[in-house]
């Protein structure tokens, strides 16, 4: 099947099939062309240029996009879509005046989610889950990675990746599934968070593994929940099994995570609202990519990730939703593009850099996703009547987007 759009304002994000992520002073730049056409071909990209070569008398379906402009869909590499309920009791609390870390030594927080999890059937979690998942689709997400994490014990945890899984198979939108038992010690381990990690990483693991539900692993290190020498001891079991690090690090407390992660190849850091120079430099002698959730901060009220000085420090930066029950109950990725730049100073050409191509890698997807390149998955974001890109973040509160393509499928 063959779709062709035309008259295209701006064909935003064009890039070669060698770039997969890009640091720096290059994220300022967003490569486009004016008065394009785009076709797609059997899911993928097979070509585009100006409109002065457009083909023509093509047997195809068209997409007149006059006065719009084009864009890949966003690729959402930190998500914990999966989840039971809600805890909006919780957030009441907040406003009362509980801080998050209060709310989660009283018993609340992930526990409270993982309680919720347990007791919900398999198809229930499934149902909940798919309408949050079309929820972001139709909000331009056309790549997203989900992590276990509100199980923690074996059957609950495999249960949420198979969900993950199965959205997968139902969804045309392309999934990564990231293994993260440990998330925070469960009640039944409470004096005994070792015995836990045994179990994490002498059971979880190797299922998760066996049965192909993840191809990432990761670990919330923080104060509070797992330490340094934790976080070590899981990338390594993980890796023995094939699992790639992506971990939770420096949301609260900069305790020595980015290194632990670096030290592993961690695929991407992610949270670092609070990051030490020390931190800044581990990244520079790799690649790390570092991952920002400003909804989080957002919805949290802390600080937001120091994302200028990391681009300004020559670094690549990604932008990701967080989705959870907990501390960003949304994935709208729109949001958080408009929030990296009101919030953290980012260009709109940086945020929509750090939303795609740089998403892409963060989840490991980028030689097929994150950019318009001939050959990459049909995945296209196309706006409604707009003046400029950097009129998507500065409108935040607009939904400005006509239509989403998820690999040629048009929602
Ligand atoms: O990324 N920080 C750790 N995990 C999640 C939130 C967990 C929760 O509150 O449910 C996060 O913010
Ligand atoms: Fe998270």
Redesign the pocket.
């Known amino acids: 099947m063959k779709l062709l759009l035309t008259n295209i304002k701006e064909l935003l994000q064009i890039r070669d099939s060698t770039i997969q992520k890009v640091s720096g002073s290059d994220m300022s730049h967003l490569p486009s062309l004016k008065n394009a056409w785009l076709l797609f071909e059997d899911e993928v990209i097979s070509d585009f240029g100006n409109m002065d070569s457009c083909p023509k008398a093509m047997d195809s379906q068209k997409i007149d996009c006059t006065g719009k402009m084009v864009l890949p869909t966003w690729c959402d590499s930190h998500t ?1 879509l999966v989840y039971a309920g809600n ?1 909006e009791q919780e957030f009441v609390d907040r406003i009362n005046g509980l801080s ?1 870390q209060e709310i989660a030594v009283k018993g609340g ?2 526990l409270n ?1 993982a309680k919720k999890l347990q007791a919900t059937s398999e198809e229930d979690l499934y149902k909940q889950s798919a309408k949050r998942l079309e929820e972001v689709m139709a909000l331009g997400t056309g790549a997203l990675e989900i992590k276990s ?2 199980g923690l014990t074996t059957e609950a945890e495999l249960k949420m990746l198979r969900v993950a899984k199965q959205l997968e198979k139902q969804y045309p939108i392309t999934i990564k599934t990231t293994f993260l038992g440990a ?1 925070a010690v469960p009640a039944a381990y409470k004096d005994n968070k070792d015995g836990y990690l045994d179990l994490v990483c002498d059971e979880m693991i190797p299922k998760v593994a066996d049965e192909g539900l993840a191809t990432y692993v990761d670990i ?1 290190c ?1 104060e509070g929940y797992f330490t340094v020498a934790d976080t070590h001891r899981v990338l390594a079991a993980g890796k023995k099994h094939g699992l790639i690090p992506k971990i ?1 690090v420096n ?1 609260f407390h900069a305790i020595g995570g980015v290194a632990a992660g670096v030290e592993h190849h961690a695929l991407s850091v992610d ?1 670092l609202e609070v990051l030490t120079p020390e931190d800044i430099e581990v990244l520079k002698e790799s690649d790390t990519m570092p991952v920002a ?1 400003p909804s ?1 901060s957002f919805f949290l009220g802390i600080p937001y990730t120091p994302g200028r000085e990391l681009i300004n420090a020559n670094l690549p930066l990604a932008l990701a939703t ?1 989705y ?5 109950p949304s994935g709208n990725m729109n949001f958080v593009v408009a929030t990296a730049c009101i919030k953290m100073r980012l260009t709109p050409e940086e945020a929509i850099n750090a939303a795609t191509i740089n998403g892409a890698y963060a989840m490991g997807i980028s030689s097929t996703h994150g950019s318009i390149t001939q050959g990459k998955s049909a995945n296209v974001i196309i706006t409604k009547d707009i003046p400029s890109i950097g009129y998507l973040p500065y409108a935040f509160g607009s939904n400005l987007i006509d239509k989403v393509i998820i690999n040629g499928t048009c929602l």
């Open positions: 914990h805890r998050y927080g992930i989610s994490g509100y998330h919330f923080e939770h949301q949270h959730l989080c967080d959870n029950p907990g501390s960003t």
